[in-house]
């Protein structure tokens, strides 16, 4: 085990990053419940798939949605983005209808790698049952309906939330292909001044770059609000 993996050493790093972030975070946004935040996080703290300036910046988008928002996810994985954006809704009817097969399964290669790999060490074949006991632990079943689907099949079963969602957050399939299509096939269920973002961009995944720009320069989005580490964020 490498040594910052020590659970010592482990716990330490986190303090310090967690609690220097949290500092700023509190400057800039005093009305947010960063307390919550924090709990969310110790929570996921020996899962590095996110910095918390990402994290943080779910927490801020879901957290200025009205109460009782609709929000989809598209790429769950495990459920730390979802909870991290579970954690910031108000209401008890807000939603998180989490998009994912839960199978690690893309056409990007460097994605299908890194999953294979992921899962071998896990010694199953489905992140489902992990999600939920995410889900359990932090108390948000409530706020979470997972749809187990490929992200265009699930397009096609929530289509009667076209229009009607505010916040979407893609961050599925990383190929070029494969975001170009999540974008056309999601971007009409927001809202109109409903909020679209976007993890991966300016990263790796040239692809999810690129579908992107395509899209911002053929006026898809009405303005960008923020980015925060590879995350973007557009008003439509």
Same mark, same amino acid.
């Given at each position: 085990?490498?040594?910052?993996?020590?659970?010592?050493? +482990?716990?330490?790093?986190?303090?310090?990053k967690?609690?220097?972030?949290?500092r700023? =975070? +509190?400057?800039? +946004?005093?009305?947010l419940?960063?307390?919550?935040?924090?709990?969310?996080?110790?929570?996921?703290? @020996?899962? /590095?798939?996110?910095?918390?300036?990402?994290?943080?910046?779910?927490?801020?988008?879901?957290? /200025?949605?009205?109460?009782?928002?609709?929000?989809?996810?598209? !790429?769950?994985?495990?459920?730390?983005?979802?909870?991290?954006?579970?954690?910031?809704?108000?209401?008890? $009817?807000?939603?998180?209808?989490?998009?994912d097969?839960? @199978?690690?399964?893309?056409?990007?290669? *460097? /994605?299908?790698?890194?999953?294979?790999?992921?899962?071998?060490?896990?010694?199953?074949?489905?992140?489902?049952?992990?999600?939920?006991?995410?889900?359990?632990?932090?108390?948000?079943?409530?706020?979470? *309906?997972?749809?187990?689907?490929?992200?265009?099949?699930? =397009? +096609?079963?929530?289509? =009667?939330?076209? !229009?009607?969602?505010?916040? $979407?957050?893609?961050?599925?399939?990383?190929s070029?292909?494969?975001?170009?299509?999540?974008?056309?096939?999601?971007?009409?269920?927001?809202?109109?001044?409903?909020?679209?973002?976007f993890?991966?961009? !300016?990263?790796?995944?040239?692809?999810?770059?690129?579908?992107?720009? *395509?899209?911002?320069?053929?006026?898809?989005?009405? *303005?960008?609000?923020?980015?925060?580490?590879?995350?973007?964020?557009?008003?439509?």
């Amino acid at each position: 085990m490498a040594f910052k993996h020590w659970p010592l050493v +482990r716990d330490l790093r986190f303090a310090q990053k967690c609690g220097r972030f949290l500092r700023g =975070a +509190r400057k800039r +946004r005093p009305d947010l419940r960063w307390d919550e935040f924090h709990r969310i996080a110790r929570h996921f703290k @020996q899962d /590095d798939m996110g910095s918390f300036a990402e994290r943080g910046y779910l927490f801020q988008l879901a957290s /200025d949605l009205p109460a009782g928002a609709q929000v989809v996810e598209v !790429g769950s994985w495990m459920g730390a983005s979802t909870c991290f954006i579970a954690g910031g809704l108000k209401g008890d $009817i807000a939603r998180i209808f989490a998009v994912d097969n839960f @199978q690690g399964l893309s056409t990007c290669g *460097e /994605d299908s790698a890194w999953y294979n790999r992921h899962f071998q060490k896990l010694g199953a074949k489905s992140t489902l049952e992990i999600f939920r006991k995410n889900f359990a632990d932090l108390g948000f079943a409530s706020r979470a *309906e997972p749809v187990v689907s490929d992200s265009l099949a699930a =397009a +096609r079963t929530l289509a =009667a939330k076209r !229009g009607a969602i505010d916040f $979407i957050f893609i961050d599925g399939d990383h190929s070029y292909d494969a975001c170009k299509a999540d974008i056309v096939a999601w971007a009409p269920f927001v809202k109109r001044g409903g909020v679209i973002a976007f993890h991966d961009f !300016g990263s790796r995944a040239d692809g999810v770059t690129r579908a992107i720009f *395509e899209e911002t320069k053929g006026g898809r989005f009405a *303005e960008i609000i923020g980015v925060a580490g590879t995350i973007i964020a557009f008003r439509m």
